[in-house]
């Protein structure tokens, strides 16, 4: 049997947010005050400590290899996706350093994503609500849970433990329960 441990990401840190930060914290500001930012800096701190923990505890109880999945993590050759995932630790980015973690011992990180529907996806990122090319974006996170799902099946070997980080737009978890992995999900 196959286990995935599913951790959907609801509060991304500022750094993730990388340019779209500075609009989403005066967004913050303007609908809860000046102490906006250092709120959803300690809630997003706490939510992360959370899902470290439960980790910890996880990877404590298994005896198998465990493998690990992120969203946006191109599928391409290891040694460039290891370099890539190296420069993404550097920037303390919070999965990533419990990924660095479970990798220090012996975890393996695997691309998930096609690359051009990756691309396309992230442009469409930009739409707003009710803007032409919306339902364009919808169909292709739908496609890239689709592929998604069919990574891990492919590289999740039986009796081994997977742990995909995910935004919490996604639904692979619906393609990947299709396939035959049992889910269980990090809250």
């Known amino acids: 049997m196959r286990i995935l441990y599913y ?19 005066e967004t913050k500001k303007r609908l809860y005050g000046p102490r ?25 109880s298994i005896s198998t290899k465990i493998h690990i999945y992120m969203d946006g993590l191109p599928c391409i050759e290891d040694h460039h996706l290891l370099k890539i995932v190296k420069e993404i630790i550097a920037q303390k980015l919070p999965q990533y350093l419990i990924a660095e973690k479970l990798m220090k011992n012996g975890a393996i990180t695997h691309g998930t994503e096609d690359v051009g529907l990756l691309l396309e ?17 919808e169909v292709l996170l739908r496609e890239r849970d689709v592929f998604i799902a069919k990574t891990i099946n492919k590289t999740l070997p039986d009796g081994e433990v997977g742990i995909l980080f995910i935004g919490a737009d996604h639904r692979a978890d619906n393609e990947i329960k299709k396939i035959g992995i049992k889910v269980l999900y990090i809250k």
Not at 7 to 25: C, D, N, R, T, Y
């Open 36 to 60: 906006a930012e250092e709120t959803y800096r300690e809630k997003t701190k706490k939510c992360w400590a959370n899902i470290d923990q439960q980790i910890e505890k996880i990877a404590s």
């Open 121 to 137: 996806e992230v442009e469409k990122n930009t739409i707003m609500p009710g803007m032409p090319g919306r339902k364009r974006r």
């Open 7 to 25: 951790a959907p990401i609801f509060h991304h840190s500022l750094e993730e947010m990388g340019s779209l930060a500075k609009q989403f914290v």
